[in-house]
């Protein structure tokens, strides 16, 4: 972060604050917790800002209808574009409280999107460019042996058709999945919130702790190949950016799930 953002922190508090812890880690927003008390969100390039828009106008119609917290935007600002709320308080999930994760699933995915402002995309044809990127760029540098795997999973992509569209969260992992006192208590991160596919919000629970959950069959199908597609995603970013670190870490997750 820079000092202008310290700045702004600072004009939306109307005070200087105590602490600011930032956080770097994340692909599109750049984050700092700020007193403890406070996060506050950055885009990181104009291309989030749509999103970011998204989450302001949606997230106050869907926090009455879903059995957790999710961000509250106190501060809004356009020029720039940021946004801060009160932290919501909770540790990563493990594999706590399977009914509360799919509760929180059920209210989401059976939410009615009919009046608002999301749109329906090709879904397919926004996975075949998604994977054609993946090729042009992470396939060279794909272990020999596993790149006709990946050819065989960048195939399935054909397969995602047979679902009915609902609102996703679509970046459903532990670091987003709050828990406090054993139960889900939080659910963040809400940037790449959409209509589409709700196998992708199944892609980690049906792939991790809650494994065991009866489920309908095309649903873990499509549920496992957007797991394993997950790792492409680091390992692309990792080459983009000239970040080695991400990049190795997506290799390994791709050999490992290949």
């Not at 007193?35 to 926090?63: M, N, Q, S, T």
């Not at 397919?124 to 994977?131: D, L, M, P, T």
């Not at 709050?178 to 208590?185: E, F, K, M, S, T």
């Not at 199944?202 to 997950?230: C, I, K, M, Q, T």
């Amino acid at each position: 972060m820079t000092p202008e953002h310290h700045r702004l922190i600072a004009d939306a508090l109307g005070r200087s604050p105590t602490s600011i812890l930032e956080i770097d880690e994340g692909y599109d927003f750049e984050v700092a917790i700020v007193d403890d008390e406070w996060v506050f969100r950055f885009p990181r390039r104009a291309g989030v800002e749509e999103a970011l828009e998204l989450e302001i106008a949606l997230l106050p119609v869907l926090a009455p209808a879903l059995p957790v917290d999710v961000p509250s935007f106190e501060y809004v600002s356009r020029n720039p574009l940021f946004v801060g709320y009160r932290l919501i308080r909770g540790q990563p999930l493990v594999d706590e409280d399977a009914e509360g994760v799919r509760a929180f699933l059920e209210a989401l995915h059976t939410h009615d999107a009919s009046g608002l402002p999301v749109e329906r995309h090709d879904w397919v044809e926004a996975y075949r460019q998604q994977c054609a990127e993946f090729e042009r760029l992470v396939f060279p540098v794909v272990d020999i042996d596993g790149r006709a795997q990946a050819k065989r999973l960048f195939g399935d992509v054909e397969t995602l058709v047979d679902f009915k569209p609902s609102l996703i969260h679509a970046d459903l992992g532990p670091e987003h999945l709050l828990v406090r006192d054993g139960r889900l208590a939080g659910v963040i991160d809400w940037g790449d919130m959409r209509l589409g596919d709700p196998a992708l919000d199944h892609a980690w629970p049906l792939n991790g702790p809650f494994a065991d959950w009866d489920v309908d069959s095309e649903l873990r199908r499509r549920a496992r190949f957007y797991h394993r597609l997950a790792p492409w995603y680091e390992a692309h970013y990792g080459l983009f950016t000239n970040q080695p670190t991400h990049t190795k870490h997506g290799l390994a997750g791709i050999r490992d799930r290949l």
